[in-house]
């Protein structure tokens, strides 16, 4: 066990820093003036110095433009990035399109991966993942209402996608559809690449997260395919193999998050400690006298630690062992992390007074896009499941299903 | 002890309801739309059905147009005109004008209570309150930068407030002032009464709270006061008096907040049920059957009704014994109950999921709005203060300040 | 809608708190270096002041020797009674006697309350109740093991039951054993009047709980059956009729446990203020002057109160609708409760320090007493899903079973 | 960052584990019948056969007998002889006898560890730290009544200490005595070893914890000293330094519990997924399918495993960078883990319900014997205090005391 970090991530780690500070966090104002759509050339032009800089695309394989890294290492520099929920993006390592690169990179065909992988690696396209569905419960991902139907070469679509981060702009989807009702629940669907200019492809609105509609990137949609025909040539991996593909791309991108949240606990309680020690409550006496306020610190602090060492060896262990062996652990950190998260930023608000609660830090934007963070990618009670299912199979209880 | 509930009061609380359900419910939406500013008209509509109906201004004095109910009273009606954040203001009872209301009927000359009286309680007129500053700890309300120097027969104002709310088409201000920096720190404030049209009154900007600017009443506004000139006659109660009127202001103020608060957390529990008994998460299995579902709904039905019954004692006491021999209890439903309704809120929007993020229901609207509600009015963390304050008396120890 | 008390309640809640200073407070040690069997004089000389003061057994029935009651003012007394482990036993009105007097006072034939109830309500004698088994879910009343055969005008009773409070030197029992396993599951069960003589009853062995294994009433025993025969007539209330008559007897007896806790939690809440105020924690500054000490306090003020208004509103609810009206609020006062006493309890012993775990005062043995709360009487678990249940009725929805 | 373990740690903690189950585990039910002291032979034996096997004292330098392992290592083995209170004593490296260690390996004069340290390593003697006094707040360590006055050759020492673990049958003390009242606060005590056997050394009283006196090593003693004398040769490691001593035995001393605490939450969540996994709640029903128990076995999991990685961080950050550079971090677990652990013990003792309170299980020993976790060595709300200090004083600001 040794917990050392080389010489050369400190120095990939100070860098990423530096970036943030100089380049990612002032982007923060642009963007909430003029939105994500409005700022694109800013974030742009700050993509380009990162690329310059060599510190695009961490997940990606080299051969593919990216850094190649590791899950461990990659979770170190992840809670740089996750200080600011625009530094994945600037740095080419944001949801949606990390998992649907890493998806293309292992199932794509050569045909897929020029036409769709090349570009989006590039950060010239964006892509989303329609999975969701307003009428079926995102716990229960065997239940899906969207059809894909094989007609001569084609497969037709229809089915309605809610919560598609990012498919305002996008340049295709990853849809899963139901390609074979009557086969066993986790057989029943695949994965299809649509591009967004598809006759049928519909985007029906911009649905506002916790008040905030945002746009392009920074926004999620509800998306319709009606009669959405594309060639079989663009089915993903196999027939039927939805339900594991969704499984494989699920457990990275939720340890994504995880990587990320850390970041942005760490930067609310640097807020939390800027503001405790600079607030006067009386001439002469820092709000950071108070004891109330000394507790939420360290309990701030010791969160984070405990959360960044567990989702590290989350990471550690996808390395060495494999996303299976990983998986009762990523939905452990999946709501340890978000819990922790949730907690420091509201004593981070707290701290703030009215203060944290107007737009004049970024404490509120953060607190209210990430009360989603115990509802995405399975809301925590569905993992609590997965965690204790597996804890009781060492005791010789095989539990049924969630529901 | 007698929990009964009179006929009468039956009967107001049946018709508060169905005016809820058939008036105030359908506007959420339309304001949701167009702003607060945007629906006046649907709103004044909907109070004048309202005074129609005899339920108009229940806390008021029935020589005021009001319905002179006591604490106990009014706090009933709040819990049903509560359940929409829209509904105080239909009815009559919305902050801050209510309290400002009271200011005037008990301290405000002859020609205060005509000029500025009159229209506010027939809701012709809109008020705001101006005292918590941007420079100053909101929780140390006698350490304050305005000032306000007597000229001749003027007062000269000069400052800077914000969290002034419905500042936004606001027909006056009250606003808490420094009038004699040398004297006791409790007697160094007054109030006076300013015109937002008196040259020198300036709304900066309506601060977005934690991410919406609203407009209107649905606003809370930066506002400086330059040079601001209003005759001496504007001065409310006396000089030196302002922090022992804030105090008798605030008091009320925050049972109204704390009533009202039962009434969002009972709505939010019923669309709680209401999903939890109609989202299905397998074919016929419906969301409440789970477990954790049902552990949330029992925890907020508790939570709820005794919180309730907190808020009733203590109008009660203040109804039978007075403001300040209910001081202590109302510093201690201030944080029970704004931790009941957090903790209400945050259960409904994940049993709704990803739904609940949306504004397809109003709980993420009140959530996020009422995040406010450990801060404004005092933060927990002062009124904890107090309670234990008066706690430790009792065992012989006088504390000092909280700071 | 009234909190006052009437003067009469008044004189009896000072009378009873000056008991509780000068009798039952000073009891304490002595039980805790003697033993409850070996402080019986003592408690005995208690009791007597007490009948002699006429404060005896307010909720039995004056006809019976006690003050007939209502549940809102044995309420009232219970919270005063309740400060000390000690005060139900020395005022007449402790489990699981209390229960045992009301099914008699009910149910019982002419006979079997000459015999049984007679000298149970005068004190003389103590009784039991045999429900809960080793092998079977305490949280599953319908699914018992111990039966009672029918063999000529004897029942015949075969089982083991533990938890069976104060069977260690108990006259009778009160056990619940299943007579027709054949019925519909909720008319399995029969209540039979087992005096402790009987040959085939059995004391196995006093359970330590949570390390202490008491004597007489303040213990917990395991009780066996083995071909223990007593005459039908001794049959409680009508075959069949046992799972009815617990439902009956464990709604008073959960509102009874929940009166007494308010009044340890406010025995708790003294300590802390009192050692709070006291204990320097450097010359001449007390530990009351920390901010985290304040917050116990006044957290724990907020929940008293609030719990003990809502246990009134059961209380008055039983007296006004009946119990079955009162069933859905009894079982969230049940957890409600039960949670604000351990939250208080562990605030105080934090606030003692070490001293808080030693026997130098009450609160180590009052915490790791009641750590039962959230068990006995049904699990807090199960009393939220009756809770949920009820809740979820109004929307339309039918629970099924609970397991 | 590298979590592997060695084949060599690996081959420790099986055996270690296997120990346990063999040796250790049933000596507990020997214990609780017998008391430590009537246990001696059994424990002794159990000692022989761990020092046979080469895992005696494993923190201790190989040349006085133990296996030299830096923290990291230690932390691992902690965990598993941590799994029963009396694991420690077995494997030699119990509290306050590792302490003491420590402190004479590092500080002792040849004198003092020919005499004191030798039987001590051997497990042949035993000792007591002798430092928390009843009249003065364990919280402030500079704060002590305990004088040592020096008189010709001799110290003179008196005063009165308590919570003295194993004070009853060590053969000598540790105390903490100011010889310089008039010194700097930090400077005012020193260190001295008090044999038990001198003149005026008094034990007063085992303090009963949570209703448990003990014995031997597992009880905690007041103690006197009354004109006690004892050489000048007795000094441990210099006049005035005893506060410096005292945080640098603390400091090791506070991992090793939160080491120990880890293997006890692990022992626990075992014993909840057996008794869920077992428990049938109806006919083939086992407890295991109720999803609140889920929930519980899911988040002692995430929080045992957050709270393991952090500890081995800290015993690896003492291992490269030494005690002082941790000492944030020791704080840290100190509380993280203490919560931890209460949190995991208390849901198994729900998950068990009655029994779960009997001694038929090791949880409900425990559970009250760790109440104690969030008291000794420091308060948690210390220790809070310490790791807010470090984090403010990056952002620029120096507290000042704690009081």
């Not at 503001?275 to 409550?281: C, G, L, P, Y």
């Not at 960044?308 to 262990?317: G, Q």
């Not at 996303?323 to 340890?336: D, V």
Request: aromatic share 8%.
């Amino acid at each position: 066990m040794d917990f050392q970090i080389s010489d050369a991530m400190k120095d990939l780690l100070e860098r990423a820093e530096r970036h943030m500070e100089e380049t990612v966090f002032p982007l923060e104002a642009v963007v909430h003036e003029k939105g994500f759509t409005g700022a694109r050339a800013e974030l742009e032009a700050a993509r380009d110095t990162v690329k310059a800089e060599g510190l695009w695309a961490p997940q990606v394989p080299k051969e593919w433009g990216g850094m190649s890294m590791p899950f461990r290492e990659h979770a170190q520099l992840m809670r740089v990035f996750g200080k600011s929920t625009l530094g994945p993006y600037v740095f080419g390592c944001q949801a949606p399109d990390a998992g649907n690169i890493e998806l293309l990179v292992e199932h794509g065909t050569d045909a897929q991966k020029d036409r769709f992988l090349a570009p989006l690696v590039r950060g010239e396209a964006r892509s989303c993942f329609s999975m969701t569905e307003p009428e079926r419960a995102g716990s229960n991902p065997t239940w899906l209402e969207t059809r894909a139907v094989r007609d001569g070469d084609e497969w037709v679509i229809d089915g309605r996608k809610w919560f598609t981060t990012g498919a305002d702009g996008a340049d295709f989807a990853i849809v899963m559809a139901v390609t074979n009702p009557d086969a066993p629940p986790h057989q029943r669907a695949s994965m299809i690449l649509v591009p967004t200019s598809t006759p049928g492809f519909q985007h029906i609105r911009k649905i506002p997260i916790v008040g905030e509609e945002g746009s392009g990137w920074a926004s999620h949609s509800e998306v319709g395919y009606e009669s959405c025909r594309v060639p079989v040539e663009n089915l993903l991996g196999g027939e039927g193999m939805g339900f594991l593909l969704a499984q494989n791309r699920l457990g990275p991108g939720r340890i994504h998050h995880c990587m990320r949240w850390i970041g942005l606990a760490e930067r609310a309680l640097e807020l939390m400690c800027k503001r405790a020690a600079t607030r006067m409550i009386a001439p002469g006496k820092p709000l950071a006298t108070r004891q109330t306020v000394q507790n939420w610190i360290a309990e701030s602090r010791a969160g984070i630690d405990a959360a960044r060492l567990y989702v590290e060896h989350a990471a550690w262990t996808i390395d060495e062992q494999g996303l299976y062996a990983a998986r009762q652990e990523i939905s452990a950190i999946k709501f340890f992390v978000a819990d922790v998260l949730g907690a420091v930023l509201d004593k981070a608000i707290q701290t703030h007074g009215a203060l944290g609660l107007t737009e004049d830090t970024p404490l509120s934007h953060i607190w209210r896009h990430e009360r989603g963070a115990r509802i995405y990618d399975g809301p925590d009670e569905v993992h609590k499941y997965v965690v204790a299912r597996k804890e009781l199979k060492r005791h010789g209880l095989e539990l049924g299903s969630a529901r």
